[in-house]
């Protein structure tokens, strides 16, 4: 069981660490990601709070407006947005090293997303209303501007869960606080497996 879950935990490493290389040679990634100090310099490593940081889901969405594809990335902590660097975007570029990407815009911390539902049919451009196979996600996050895109419908509910269930898990671990000192060197990690009360 433990070599089973260390290949795992090698597999899910190397996945974030293809995705920071193909985003690093678009650019500066962290001058594109980073903000408020919430979000990393580096995909892999540990989460503010929450162990080592994972892809939990990616697919495609599109601009509402511009109808611009946006591949998509929920991380265990953050929403990042991307696009080819070189031409059309779709999930066939997933998968291959050599298709550059580029960050669309500021990626999103989950804590942060306060709104996320099926957009208001105003919201949405008359060209683009009752589309059968799509439907218009609304998501909105402080110090962010609002996202409406469309989504598979096959596809909307389970974006939606999947995005509550990465806040939610956010919100169950204790958060940590840096501490600057010289005497102190390395990374200290805890892991709290079940807990009644913790002491303050």
């Given at each position: 069981e433990r070599v089973n879950k260390a290949m795992l935990e090698g597999e899910e490493f190397e996945k974030v660490a293809q995705l920071q290389r193909r985003l690093s040679s678009h650019g500066k990634f962290s001058a594109n990601v980073i903000t408020d100090g919430k979000l990393p310099s580096s995909l892999n490593g540990l989460t503010r709070n929450y162990g080592e940081r994972k892809v939990l889901k990616n697919g495609i969405w599109t601009k509402l407006r511009s109808r611009?594809?946006?591949?998509?990335?929920?991380?265990?902590?953050?929403?990042?947005?991307?696009?080819?660097?070189?031409?059309?975007?779709?999930?066939?570029?997933?998968?291959?090293?050599?298709?550059?990407?580029?960050?669309?815009?500021?990626?999103?911390?989950?804590?942060?997303?306060w709104l996320i539902k099926e957009a208001e049919p105003l919201k949405v451009p008359t060209q683009f209303q009752?589309?059968?196979?799509?439907?218009?996600?609304?998501?909105?996050?402080?110090?962010?501007?609002?996202?409406?895109?469309?989504?598979?419908?096959?596809?909307?509910?389970?974006?939606?869960?999947?995005?509550?269930?990465?806040?939610?898990?956010?919100?169950?671990n204790v958060e940590f606080q840096t501490v600057s000192s010289s005497d102190i060197k390395g990374t200290l990690r805890v892991t709290i497996e079940s807990a009644n009360s913790l002491p303050l």
């Open positions: 611009r594809k946006l591949l998509v990335f929920l991380f265990s902590d953050f929403l990042l947005l991307t696009e080819s660097a070189s031409g059309e975007t779709s999930l066939d570029i997933i998968g291959s090293e050599e298709e550059r990407l580029k960050i669309y815009r500021k990626a999103i911390h989950l804590d942060d997303i009752n589309l059968p196979n799509l439907r218009a996600l609304e998501i909105e996050a402080h110090d962010s501007q609002p996202l409406l895109v469309h989504v598979p419908v096959d596809e909307f509910d389970d974006w939606v869960q999947s995005i509550y269930d990465a806040k939610r898990m956010l919100k169950s």
